[in-house]
């Protein structure tokens, strides 16, 4: 479960659950991406083979993160709730 920092908004925030292979690298490169595409990650949990992702990005940095993400070394999957 992703804790929200204080005063954060609910509605403001997109979840992002990254399915990912269990490689050295993998949790730096996803993060990296997200800060290339102008996303602030306000929560994150990390697993062997999955990242949950708590961002906050206007709908056009949505999209091409997720994009972004989704053609990215190491990750199988991206699903935005």
Not at 67 to 72: F, K
Not at 73 to 80: H, Q, Y
Request: aromatic share 2%; hydrophobic share 50%; glycine share 8%.
């Amino acid at each position: 479960m992703l804790l929200l920092p204080p005063g954060v908004a609910p509605s403001s925030v997109t979840r992002l659950s990254v399915q990912v292979l269990d490689q050295p690298g993998v949790l730096l490169r996803v993060l990296g991406i997200c800060q290339r595409r102008g996303a602030r990650v306000l929560a994150m949990t990390y697993a062997a083979d999955r990242i949950e992702l708590a961002v906050s990005a206007d709908e056009r940095h949505l999209n091409l993160l997720r994009g972004r993400l989704e053609g990215a070394v190491d990750v199988l999957g991206v699903v935005a709730r």
